[in-house]
């Protein structure tokens, strides 16, 4: 099928809008669940102990500075626009059509690898946990990823498309449980006063003696770990009141996240001890909350830390699946792609755009797991497939990121939009998303300055988002339609006019069709 066809496939009849139905929780359990903190907190810190060293809670807060410079943009946007497509629609109703078919193509590869290589995690997780129940088996009974691969795909296709409603409360339940375990550990911890003999060292979060460079590179690793704090844009058709429950989802994510992840880091990096011998236990970890759990309070709760990052890693494949298939929706709903993908089942959910994106990432895996590739030196095919995705997927979202910083500073300063937002906040509005600018083009730069080989995870990344800039200039048929369906569903008439004059469809054409 060509691109022309696809321009030429009209949306569906039956492609109605969601109904606005879900509650502010449903829209902060899709972005915490997309975010996984148990995840990251219990694999996210490893690679930063021979980096930074001690200095890991340090690069968690800068971190956090930097991520609450691209949610900003994202608030500021959903506060007037909300999309099924998340970037898609709030890029392609601010800068053009062409523009958010590029960045929702963007953001499209981005969760489609997250998906993907979270399913390979939790296979992963899955297999340490029958280890852990196995104490003192010199070789414990293990199961094939790739079986565990294809149960769980199957799970997760039975529950595709379902009321979201539903599984956002099976998500929350998942995330609360290990969130709830963080903070035992934590608090157990610091009962214990850290490890001996360093204890509590609060030097963890000053920049005394820091290798600035070496920080500033260790800060793409705790960025990305905030990466899907904006899932829930993706719910903005399906929320009540929107404008004021996205941004709220939003900003909800992001503080309790933030105040997570460094209060968590800062924790873990005292429980191992600030030495040398302490960093070098914390950068061998293959789980650092179930070894600190084993430490700190007994083997029992070490086997639960490594259950809950389980149950986390299959519950984010199920939040980033949900996601993709919103925004797999909104393209055919829209015209491009199969007018079958833009159909909402009767709950009221794009069921087989969802089962779509299960179904890829199944297929991804078993072809990987029967090839041995990618080979990236952990030791386990299954991190190997979920390292190498999740990095494709994560430099394909900073790009998505980058273009509604650019879209943010046009909201505020173009006259079309005046009228939406009173022209307030200008000053804020343009400079904070342009620090955000810049902090993503660092992360971009540092995940892809040292790829080698052409099929590098972060190249690959690259690659797609190319491929959705040739697509959105190349095919003029999609781009229109594109632009004439957002017209109607932002209610923004003529949208287009100002920014991609090519492509505007007049609102006589536009009753025609």
Not at 291 to 302: A, K, M, P, S
Request: glycine residues 14%.
């Amino acid at each position: 099928m060509t691109s022309n066809d696809l321009a030429d496939s009209p949306p569906s009849d039956h492609a109605a809008a969601p109904k606005r139905k879900l509650p502010l929780w449903a829209a902060l359990a899709l972005s915490l669940a997309t975010v996984g903190p148990t995840l990251a907190m219990a694999g996210n810190g490893q690679g930063l102990a021979g980096s930074v060293g001690k200095s890991i809670p340090l690069v968690f807060v800068i971190g956090a500075v930097g991520v609450a410079l691209v949610g900003y943009g994202f608030m500021r946007l959903t506060r007037h626009l909300n999309h099924a497509g998340s970037a898609y629609g709030l890029i392609g109703g601010t800068i053009g059509p062409r523009a958010g078919f590029f960045s929702g193509f963007a953001m499209l590869g981005a969760y489609v690898g997250f998906s993907t290589g979270t399913l390979a995690l939790a296979a992963a997780f899955l297999n340490a946990l029958l280890a852990g129940l196995q104490p003192g088996v010199a070789h414990p009974f293990q199961l094939p990823w790739p079986a565990v691969i294809v149960v769980g795909g199957v799970v997760s296709f039975l529950m595709a498309g379902r009321d979201v409603a539903l599984i956002a409360k099976v998500l929350l339940a998942i995330e609360g449980v290990g969130i709830v375990a963080m903070i035992v550990l934590v608090v157990a911890i610091f009962v214990h006063g850290g490890a001996k003999p360093t204890g509590f060292d609060f030097s963890t979060l000053s920049l005394s003696g820091v290798n600035v460079s070496a920080v500033l590179s260790g800060v793409v690793a705790a960025f990305l770990s905030y990466a899907g704090f904006e899932a829930c844009a993706s719910l903005g058709e399906e929320t009540n009141d929107p404008k004021r429950n996205i941004p709220r989802a939003l900003f909800g994510t992001l503080l309790l996240i933030s105040v997570l992840f460094i209060v968590v880091m800062f924790a873990q990096t005292i429980g191992f001890g600030t030495n040398a011998a302490g960093l070098k236990a914390f950068a061998n970890s293959s789980n650092t909350l179930g070894d600190l759990g084993d430490t700190y309070i007994g083997t029992w709760f070490g086997v639960i830390a490594v259950f809950t990052a389980t149950c986390a890693a299959f519950g984010c494949h199920m939040a980033t699946a949900a996601t993709s298939g919103r925004m797999l929706y909104a393209f055919a709903r829209d015209g491009f792609g199969p007018a079958a993908l833009g159909v909402l089942d009767a709950k009221g959910g794009p069921r087989r755009s969802t089962r779509l994106v299960v179904v890829f990432t199944m297929l991804a895996l078993v072809v990987s797991a029967a090839t041995g590739w990618p080979v990236l030196g952990t030791g386990s095919a299954a991190i190997d497939a979920y390292t190498y995705f999740a990095t494709a997927g994560a430099v394909s979202l900073m790009i998505a990121y980058f273009m509604v910083e650019v879209a943010a500073v046009l909201f505020v300063n173009h006259q079309r939009f005046r009228p939406m937002h009173g022209g307030g906040g200008r000053v804020l509005g343009t400079l904070l998303p342009t620090l955000g600018g810049i902090v993503i083009a660092l992360v971009i730069w540092f995940n892809v300055k040292d790829s080698t080989g052409a099929a590098a995870d972060g190249l690959v990344g690259l690659y797609w988002c190319l491929l959705g800039l040739v697509l959105a200039f190349a095919a003029s048929k999609i781009a229109r339609r594109v632009g004439a369906q957002l017209a109607r569903e932002l209610d923004l008439p003529g949208l287009g006019k100002e920014l991609d004059p090519v492509h505007h469809v007049p609102a006589a054409e536009e009753g025609t069709r």
